[in-house]
């Protein structure tokens, strides 16, 4: 059997590790949406609390040691409760690692290798595949600070930081030095109202033309009702035959008919003004730019910007 026949018959694990803010509860909701057309495909979406509870539970039990192939085969026998799949797709933000400690270092997820190298572990047997969107850094300290979630490594972030050095290429190198041989798709959270129908293909492994439930997931907070209704008709009754009409249609409609507050993301944190805000935002397109050209990353963007 080549490597490309093992590759094949290998049962599919896809990890969605985060990061926080960044539509990590979409991804999960749209999973469960899709959960019978994607078991009808031989893929598997089981609910959070079995793959949490199972990973966890078999992390504590190796304390730091590789598990044997054997206890692979079983913790996916308990994810997949008997069910027979090709493919398995999970999601946690956690998973990049908790909150607390995404802040608590000069940089954004300082740690991520370390996390995610033992939860890819378990899967050493499979194929596995990884996942993660990223946001401007200056919306996701906004969106940390807001939720009120580990809020002593916020403040404490906020104050020793130097917010002209935050680099998202920073965070993905640590991941991509831990584990440099597994496949990495990642995307902006502020593409999604444009491209989610694609990051949920590609999450799933399916075809261009496949059928999603929940396709307009990542705009339903953008538009107005009306318009979402409207965009949903003028879709229907003129099916666009490339991304970039598809993404040409959802721009018209939500410059018509989106919401002026959700559109907009206000940045008030102590210590960054205008030009703080200007720096990291363009630090950020560069990283962007950067991570978008690289060989061993998939990176969705809008159809307009590829290439």
């Given at each position: ?73 079983e ?5 997949l ?25 000069d ?8 996390r ?27 969106s940390a ?36 041989n ?33 396709g ?20 229907a ?9 598809y ?40 990283d ?20």
């Amino acid at each position: 059997m080549t490597e490309t026949d093992q590759t094949a018959a290998r049962r599919r694990v896809h990890l969605h590790i985060g990061v926080h803010f960044a539509g990590t509860t979409r991804i999960v909701e749209g999973l469960r949406q899709n959960s019978q057309g994607f078991a009808e495909r031989g893929i598997r979406t089981p609910p959070a609390r079995l793959y949490r509870q199972a990973m966890t539970g078999l992390l504590e039990r190796l304390d730091g040691l590789p598990p044997i192939e054997t206890e692979e085969i079983e913790l996916l026998d308990d994810i997949l409760q008997g069910n027979t799949a090709k493919a398995v797709i999970m999601a946690d933000a956690n998973w990049a690692s908790p909150l607390a400690e995404a802040l608590h270092s000069d940089r954004l997820y300082p740690d991520i290798g370390t996390r995610v190298a033992p939860i890819a572990e378990l899967f050493e047997s499979s194929d596995l595949r990884l996942s993660m969107a990223l946001r401007n850094p200056a919306a996701f300290v906004q969106s940390a600070q807001d939720s009120g979630k580990a809020r002593g490594a916020t403040n404490a972030f906020l104050r020793n930081v130097q917010p002209e050095t935050l680099r998202w290429c920073d965070t993905v190198d640590a991941l991509r030095s831990a584990l440099p041989n597994v496949p990495l798709t990642l995307w902006c959270e502020e593409d999604t109202p444009l491209i989610w129908p694609r990051v949920m293909r590609q999450i799933a492994g399916l075809p261009k033309d496949a059928t999603l439930r929940g396709g307009f997931a990542a705009l339903r907070d953008l538009i107005q009702p009306e318009g979402l209704k409207r965009l949903q008709v003028f879709l229907a009754g003129h099916p666009p035959e490339t991304d970039a009409q598809y993404e040409r249609t959802v721009l018209a409609f939500l410059d018509k008919y989106g919401k002026e507050d959700a559109l907009d993301e206000p940045c008030d944190l102590p210590g960054w003004d205008a030009n703080v805000i200007e720096t990291v935002t363009q630090h950020y397109e560069d990283d962007i730019a950067a991570l978008s050209a690289r060989d061993d990353i998939t990176f969705i963007a809008p159809a307009s910007m590829a290439g």
